[in-house]
């Protein structure tokens, strides 16, 4: 799953989201590092849909204009949990191996 | 605040990249979404954004990039994205691959400089081929980016797609700096040639290695790892062992080369290509690229010897436009088949692959 994938299902595990505002959430969560082009986010939303990890929740019109909603369907949140917990187990694995001296301060 | 505005117009012209499917499921959400990036809910400045601004260059960058993976899609996508997918991905392929073997003969030059004479069923050849290359940065410049080639066509086979797209630009970056060099310096042989060489075998296939994406199929590795050494063995060795023997009047120049191993490649497919059966149309639509690739190069090339500083010959042009006669009319025989190939293949199914 690439880093993108990743943010876009994280935004929405905690509700449905439209376009605009999986992007301020991506930003907001990655604390500015990930800032999604809208022809980069919806190469990822086509994909996730294309998987089966989202879904259209509802539109809303605002402004005279439709804003569709997506959500994470029951695939999407075990994926996301399943990649949230190989994430963790990297970033131990890396603060463990950081922690512990390496063979020139060892040697 | 309704209608179409000139934010929004604009907006839409650039999606107008996307192939039409693609809009159709996405365009409206797309272009809620950009409007929402830019309107703040004050209505005088929301009137004067609409008015006045435009789509930054980046977010212009990111629909051409998603456009260009739709259209040379990969697995899940329409039968003509895919179709065009694996033409343009075997496309580019093949010509690393032309890169590849000249590398490979620079490192023989090389072995050969030293003393060394890895092909012995090659006759030894005059001194003038063999000797050392000269130390003078653009000659190394060339070779490193030669080198560089082998790796950057294996690492696309193996699927290392990122690292080859980097070596890439670097090695045609490399190549451009070699050519520009002689150009300025009046060192050039063909410089027709040489710089529609640049264009067609290094800037065109490095731009097209955007078909190689998450979504491309794997490469069949072998066939490909195994045509380095056998186009080499197959092409440039009785190229040399002419060559060395005094025979390189029956040399073909690189171009005239390429259009007839193009044309050969046609009449290898043929058959298959006449016959209509599902599933060779992609192949016949790889040739059909190359032949357009090769008949380019051909073209340009001519000028070289119409006006060029050192070969200027009547002669070579009559053998060059009848190697492009020949290349058009092989090429002819698989046409109708690549032109079938954009309905006639079916993508393999997508699988799970998120992101």
């Known amino acids: 799953m690439t880093g993108q994938a990743f943010f876009v299902l994280t935004a929405l595990a905690d509700g449905p989201r439209h376009g605009y505002g999986i992007v301020g959430e991506v930003a907001e969560l990655s604390q500015g590092r990930v800032r999604l082009k809208i022809g980069s986010l919806y190469g990822v939303l086509d994909r ?19 804003r569709r909603y997506y959500r994470l369907t029951r695939d999407g949140r ?19 191996r950081l922690g512990r001296p390496g063979p020139q301060a060892a040697g | ?12 012209r650039v999606l107008r990249l996307l192939p039409g499917y693609y809009r159709e499921r996405w365009e409206e959400d797309m272009v809620a979404a950009f409007l929402d990036s830019w309107l703040t809910g004050d209505p005088y400045t929301d009137e004067c954004v609409l008015e006045f601004c435009k789509p930054s260059w980046q977010e212009v960058a990111s629909v051409i990039l998603l456009a260009a993976r739709l259209y040379l899609g990969g697995v899940g996508a329409p039968r003509r994205y895919f179709a065009w997918g694996q033409a343009v991905r075997s496309a580019v392929l093949a010509l690393l691959m032309v890169h590849a073997v000249r590398g490979v003969d620079g490192l023989r030059l090389v072995f050969m400089a030293h003393g060394r004479h890895p092909l012995g069923i090659v006759p030894a050849p005059p001194a003038a081929m063999v000797a050392a290359p000269a130390v003078a940065w653009p000659t190394a410049v060339w070779y490193v980016a030669g080198y560089s080639w082998i790796v950057i066509f294996a690492a696309l086979v193996l699927g290392h797609y990122r690292a080859a797209r980097v070596l890439a630009v670097m090695a045609a970056a490399l190549d451009l700096v070699w ?55 197959l092409v440039a060795v009785p190229e040399l062992a002419a060559t060395a023997t005094g025979h390189q009047a029956w040399v073909p120049d690189l171009p005239g080369l390429s259009c007839i191993l193009v044309a050969i490649l046609c009449l290898a497919h043929a058959r298959k290509a006449l016959s209509s059966r ?49 290349l058009v009319a092989a090429v002819a025989l698989v ?14 199914p997508p699988q799970p692959q998120p992101g």
Do not use: C, K
Not at chain 1, 78 to 96: D, F, K, N, P, Y
Not at chain 2, 199 to 214: E, G, T
Not at chain 2, 336 to 348: E, I, L, S, V, Y
């Open chain 1, 48 to 66: 996730l849909a294309d998987a089966g990890l989202i879904e259209a929740d509802r539109e809303e019109a605002h402004d005279g204009r439709l």
């Open chain 1, 78 to 96: 075990g994926a996301l949990a399943e990649e949230a917990e190989l994430r963790a187990i990297t970033a131990r694995l890396v603060r463990a």
């Open chain 2, 1 to 12: 605040m309704s209608g179409e505005l000139r934010l929004e117009q604009r907006y839409r």
């Open chain 2, 179 to 233: 050519l520009a060099q002689g150009q300025l310096n009046g060192a050039l042989l063909s410089p027709y040639g040489s710089w529609a060489f640049w264009s067609l075998h290094d800037l065109a296939p490095v731009l097209a290695m955007a078909a190689f994406h998450r979504d491309t199929p794997p490469v069949a590795r072998w066939p490909w790892l195994l045509a380095l050494p056998a186009t080499y063995f």
């Open chain 2, 278 to 326: 599902a599933g060779t149309g992609v192949w016949s639509l790889t040739v059909v690229l190359l032949a357009v690739v090769a008949a380019a190069y051909r073209i340009a090339s001519l000028g070289d010897y119409m006006q060029g500083r050192y070969l200027q010959d009547p002669h070579l042009i009559t053998v060059g436009l009848a190697e492009l006669l020949i």
């Open chain 2, 335 to 348: 046409a109708p088949d690549a032109a079938r190939a954009q309905t006639a293949t079916a993508a393999p």
